[in-house]
């Protein structure tokens, strides 16, 4: 089910009863959304302070998009991670290293450094580089 749920890292992850690492995430979308993800969660349902809670054992970044699937689980929608490890297997090398690091840094929302040739400090550099 398409949703527009938002799961955003919330807090320091821990180590269940069971020993797994437990990511903790903070629930966000519309109404109708909310309502799908809470009906989703069941008996698992969680808030903390109003806001509703997501937990998971897979890292899926600071930020992610949720999806409740057909048989009504919630899960990360990592789609477009998958997009960009099969343009990177693509390439692969050194421009498969540097558009792997670009997508990433662009799809967990941080500024990734352009690739970008010097700009000439006037006309005269132009010219001569000619």
Do not use: C
Request: hydrophobic share 30%.
């Amino acid at each position: 089910m398409k949703t527009n749920l938002i799961a955003k890292e919330h807090r320091s992850p821990y180590t269940s009863k069971n020993g797994n690492t437990t990511f903790v995430y903070a629930v966000s979308g519309n109404e109708e959304s909310l309502k799908a993800f809470k009906d989703a969660q069941g008996d698992y349902y969680r808030e903390e302070n109003g806001t509703p809670l997501w937990f998971t054992t897979r890292f899926v970044g600071e930020r992610a998009p949720l999806v409740i699937t057909s048989k009504g689980r919630v899960i990360a929608d990592m789609s477009e991670y998958k997009k960009a490890e099969s343009l990177v297997k693509q390439f692969g090398g050194n421009f498969g290293d540097e558009l792997a690091r670009q997508t990433i840094a662009k799809l967990q929302g941080k500024a990734s450094t352009p690739v970008s040739a010097p700009v000439p400090s006037s006309t005269e550099d132009v010219e001569d580089a000619e």
